[in-house]
């Protein structure tokens, strides 16, 4: 499995940014998705999930600005974030689940919010 996020960019505070991450392999179906971020200096945290049957999980720092969706027919993820915050800036990464336990992560995709 492979993962590659893109999307990221520097934005200004009260702006959107629209993260994607494509996944390879035939494993996306059956596979919990999730978005992490890591500010620096900062350990990772969980900002959004969403599993095989679409149901969504939020970070509450980013619930009702953040939203998660995917599109099985092409493998993809997506985290549509709205009225972005300086707070948001971090190098953000997807990952994947499998039904067997283990998890795959992408390279990450750098979001800076200016004030």
């Known amino acids: 499995v492979q993962l590659q996020a893109s999307g990221g960019g520097l934005v200004q505070a009260g702006g959107s940014l629209r993260l994607s991450c494509a996944a390879s392999?035939?494993?996306?179906?059956?596979?919990?998705m999730a978005w992490y971020r890591q500010a620096p200096g900062k350990q990772r945290e969980w900002v959004a999930s969403?599993?095989?049957?679409?149901?969504?999980n939020y970070a509450d720092s980013v619930k009702g600005r953040f939203t998660i969706t995917r599109d099985n027919t092409k493998s993809m993820v997506y985290l549509q974030m709205n009225s972005l915050k300086p707070e948001d800036t971090g190098v953000y990464y997807c990952?994947?689940?499998?039904?067997?336990?283990?998890?795959?992560w992408g390279q990450g995709t750098q979001v800076t919010v200016s004030s």
């Open positions: 990952a994947l689940d499998l039904l067997s336990g283990g998890r795959f």
């Open positions: 392999g035939s494993t996306f179906v059956m596979s919990d």
């Open positions: 969403i599993t095989r049957g679409r149901f969504t």
